[in-house]
């Protein structure tokens, strides 16, 4: 079961995320500016979601629909090809545990990059800085549509 929000909470939630992303002033993020970068898109296009259907409330079947894949819910709005994130994640392979030492390869779709930066983990193909700045280039897009 999930908790509706309604499209103010969702608007003020992508400000709020969006400008907390906001790299050091080196101009570098660290991972917990790229995980806010990710859930302020996820908000920002769910309240994008909300104004194409003329909703002010984001609920459990609209949960339903739009989960955490970024890359759905930008085809479901018919983001267009100018608003394109990577499809697959690849991560750094990893060495087993308990005294397996075979290296294990580590992909990953759009949908789970949230739990790549809230684990630690760092983006190889497409780099960290390359899905930053496709994330960048989707809140631009969201700006336009929320105006």
């Known amino acids: 079961m999930s908790i509706s929000f309604t499209d103010q909470e969702l608007k003020r939630a992508w400000r ?4 907390t992303s906001m790299p050091h002033t080196d101009g570098e993020r660290e991972n917990a500016h790229r995980l806010l970068l990710f859930y302020a898109v996820e908000c920002g296009l769910k ?45 750094a392979p990893v060495r087993g545990g308990s005294g397996n030492s075979n290296e294990q390869q580590r992909n ?4 789970s990059l ?31 549509e929320l105006q």
């Open 16 to 19: 709020q995320l969006k400008k």
């Open 47 to 91: 309240a994008v979601w909300l104004k194409r259907r003329n909703q002010t409330l984001f609920t459990e079947e609209d949960v339903k629909q739009t989960g955490h894949d970024l890359a759905k819910i930008l085809t479901r709005l018919r983001a267009g090809h100018h608003v394109r994130l990577p499809d697959n994640i690849q991560l």
């Open 108 to 111: 990953c779709s759009l949908e």
């Open 114 to 144: 949230h739990q790549v930066w809230r684990y630690g983990g760092a983006s190889q193909t497409p780099t960290d800085k390359q899905c930053e700045e496709q994330l960048e280039q989707v809140v631009n897009w969201i700006s336009g």
